[in-house]
């Protein structure tokens, strides 16, 4: 042990000896008691040769090693993770399968920008890491933060278990004061089958792939643990900055390598489609041998100044795609076909699979749309499977689409059993006996039967308090079927779930005795339950599950109306669809007269609207603030783009309003505030004249979102 005057007494170069001895004894130690349940030194030794490490280090700071086994001192296992909201949202990629799809990614950015074709447009190629993403915070060059992306808007707090992981920097030199830098943390290859062999050693759990292992090594409650197992850290984006770092992506990853991160060796600059598709089969010719999975490839419009006009959808950049791998292919039997009825009534068929590993999971499930695909063809008759149907007892080909939802591509007929039959599609619905019914055009057979169908009202429960739903702890899909089936305190529609603590209080077999619960978790779930009584617009009209309204179109009718009382008053009078009520459902983006009339039959079918008040009853919905207000001279306004601009594509100007907070409709109306005029405007701009509401042309315009 080193006590205080000995250290006093060591020169540079035995001090930086010592520290590399116990540093190296302490990692020994860490993975003989953590992975090898095998421990080479007692709690004593232990203990002391960490002081000894910590008292080297503060006399010598300059040598204190980035991964030094002292990092995990004062770092105890956490009971739970806490959270982190991203300053900037973690995204996800959308996904190109082919040259088409690349091909429409180009041109879709091309149209977006006003770019021609005699313009080149740049972009990055890179390897599509399949790890898990990481978001880590610098602040003033030293590591405060390591979160995971959670659902992109909150992630856990895994900064000490980041530190274990030798590719992540502690302290970076020449950042800006705040930097976040995102990438994929990931095992190797080697790296996976050693840590298997380990686990199988000392019989504990092996894991399925290298991503389920780094997602459980990064995900340890007890960072010493994650120290033990070898994940790895490719940087390629960043979050919130101070200040920029780069005017391209190509720029950004050479000043993400010069801090010390590991960034692709195998990105590359591409001037168009045709290099971007060359560099994939570069990249997918090397896949095998790289060491480390890769799903695709990844590309970036190079212009940092382009990303950001391009923006972000929902969910996605506009300026990045991921091309990704064609999906493995395995031979597996049918063995079973069950309807399932959906929230929407839907009869989907779904083949009961032997079990069989697809890309490093085992799938035993893969949908099977509807009764046109089960017979071969698609809902326009054309054929599919050249045509061929699928019965019980078939082999058939699956693969993971998207790498998540299994599906079938082929069935071997040489091997089909002459007794095999086609299937017959039920005509009613198997879970409540009401007609199950196929409207024209529609591929989809749907149970008629409404709220009054066991698995219709089961799913919309479930879909009430899904993650996007009313998300409340405690009260996920699996105690949701509980409830439903429940003789004492049922939860049938969503109000119930808002009365289950009074029921309970007058129930004499309260929850609290029930097995699974206990006083705590009933304390923990009512809490969670009244929580929830003040909740957002947005979120209550997507909980509510109704056919067509998805997240994103719920969020824009609520900003559209702003409060929900305003919305209910429109939607009843919207029915009659010639008067402005209707038009103005309609003037909102991406609402189509499919989505409307789903929203307005919803809103006066009896039942339907039953349930919907009475749940109404138990919330307080906040409204919709308009985004920016104050800063922006177009906050919480509505405005019309009529004519075509010269600057901007008409898809670039909505979203740059949008993003200012305003409104954007597509017809002229008394609730317009402004209408932008481009040239050769016409019927618009006549109306807008009429109605008197100020019109301003482009340059106008430019100068309303410049001047901010
Ligand atoms: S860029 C704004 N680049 O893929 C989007 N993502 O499917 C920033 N991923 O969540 C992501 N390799 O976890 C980017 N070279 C790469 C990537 C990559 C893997 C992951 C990332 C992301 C997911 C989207």
Redesign the pocket.
């Known amino acids: 042990m080193q006590k205080a005057e000995e250290i006093k007494k060591l020169n540079e170069e035995e001090a930086a000896a010592e520290l590399a001895r116990l540093a190296q004894q302490l990692k020994n130690a860490n993975i003989a008691y953590y992975q090898d349940d095998a421990p080479l030194l007692s709690d004593e030794q232990y203990d002391a040769a960490q002081r000894s490490l910590k008292r080297l280090e503060a006399a010598f700071p300059h040598l204190k090693a980035f991964d030094s086994p002292s990092v995990l001192v004062g770092a105890p296992p956490s009971e739970i993770f806490s959270k982190v909201v991203h300053v900037e949202r973690?995204?996800?990629?959308s996904?190109a399968f082919n040259r088409t799809d690349v091909e429409a990614f180009d041109e879709g950015i091309r149209r977006f920008l006003g770019l021609g074709h005699d313009t080149t447009l740049a972009y990055t190629a890179?390897?599509?890491?399949?790890?898990?993403?990481l978001s880590l915070r610098y602040e003033n060059g030293i590591l405060t933060q390591a979160a995971t992306?959670g659902d992109g808007v909150v992630g856990e707090n895994v900064t000490e278990n980041a530190k274990t992981i030798a590719d992540i920097p502690h302290h970076v030199n020449g950042a800006p004061d705040v930097l976040e830098v995102?990438?994929?943390v990931y095992i190797s290859h080697g790296d996976f089958e050693a840590l298997n062999m380990a686990q199988s050693k000392k019989a504990a759990k092996t894991f399925a792939n290298p991503r389920n292992a780094a997602a459980g090594a990064l995900r340890q409650l007890d960072p010493r643990i994650t120290a033990t197992r070898p994940l790895r850290f490719?940087a390629?984006?960043w979050g919130a900055m101070s200040a920029p770092i780069a005017t391209s992506q190509a720029g950004a990853l050479r000043f993400l390598a010069g801090l010390g991160f590991q960034t692709?060796p195998l990105t590359a600059t591409c001037a168009d489609v045709d290099l971007l598709l060359e560099h994939y089969q570069i990249i997918s010719d090397q896949r095998a041998t790289l060491g480390y999975d890769?799903d695709g490839v990844?590309y970036?419009v190079d212009d940092l100044a382009l990303q950001g006009r391009l923006g972000?959808r929902s969910t996605?950049?506009r300026w990045?795609i991921?091309h990704k791998f064609p999906a493995e292919l395995v031979w597996t039997r049918l063995e079973r076909i069950d309807i399932q009825v959906g929230r929407t009534g839907a009869l989907s068929p779904v083949a009961r699979l032997l079990p069989v590993t697809v890309g490093g999971v085992v799938v035993s499930n893969a949908t099977l749309h509807n009764e046109d695909y089960i017979q071969g063809r698609d809902s326009n008759g054309a054929s599919i499977r050249d045509g061929k149907d699928v019965r019980v007892g078939d082999w058939v080909q699956v693969y993971r689409a998207g790498d998540v939802i299994p599906k079938l591509s082929d069935v071997d007929l040489s091997k089909r059993l002459s007794q095999s039959e086609v299937f017959a599609f039920p005509q009613t619905c198997p879970q409540c006996g009401s007609p199950a019914i196929r409207e024209m055009g529609d591929a989809v057979r749907r149970c008629n039967g409404g709220l009054i169908c066991p698995a219709q009202s089961l799913e919309r429960l479930k879909h009430f308090v899904s993650r996007k739903g009313f998300d409340i702890e405690g009260l996920g899909a699996k105690q949701i079927e509980l409830f439903f089936q429940d003789a004492e305190l049922p939860i049938r529609e969503p109000s119930d779930i808002f009365t289950l603590a009074n029921r309970d209080e007058a129930n004499l077999t309260s929850l609290k005795y029930r097995d699974g619960f206990g006083e705590k978790s009933v304390t923990n779930l009512f809490a969670a339950i009244e929580e929830r009584r003040e909740i957002g617009f947005g979120r209550v009209l997507f909980s509510l599950g109704i056919r067509h309204v998805g997240e994103a179109a719920a969020n824009l009718i609520a900003k559209h109306y702003g409060s929900w009382d305003a919305f209910i008053m429109s939607i009843d009078q919207a029915h009659e669809k010639t008067n402005a009520e209707w038009e103005a459902l309609l003037s909102i983006e991406g609402v189509g007269e499919v989505m409307a009339q789903s929203l307005v039959s919803t809103f006066r079918s009896a039942a339907e609207r039953g349930a919907i008040d009475r749940l109404r009853a138990h919330l307080s919905i906040k409204d919709v603030e308009a985004s920016n207000t104050g800063a922006s001279p177009i906050a919480g306004k509505t405005v019309v783009f009529t004519g075509s601009l010269e600057k901007m594509s008409r898809a670039e100007a909505k979203v740059r309003a949008e993003a200012l907070g305003a409104k954007v409709s597509g017809s002229v109306s008394l609730k317009t505030d402004l209408v932008v005029a481009g040239s050769g405007a016409g019927s618009k701009a006549k109306k807008a004249a009429e109605l008197g509401i100020k019109t301003i042309d482009e340059d106008s315009w430019l100068s309303v979102i410049d001047g901010i």
Do not use: H, Q, T, W
């Not at 973690?90 to 990629?93: E, F, I, P």
């Not at 890179?126 to 993403?133: A, V």
């Open positions: 973690m995204l996800s990629l996904n890179e390897p599509k890491i399949d790890g898990l993403s992306r995102r990438g994929e490719f390629y984006a692709n890769i990844v970036k972000f996605a950049p990045a991921a």
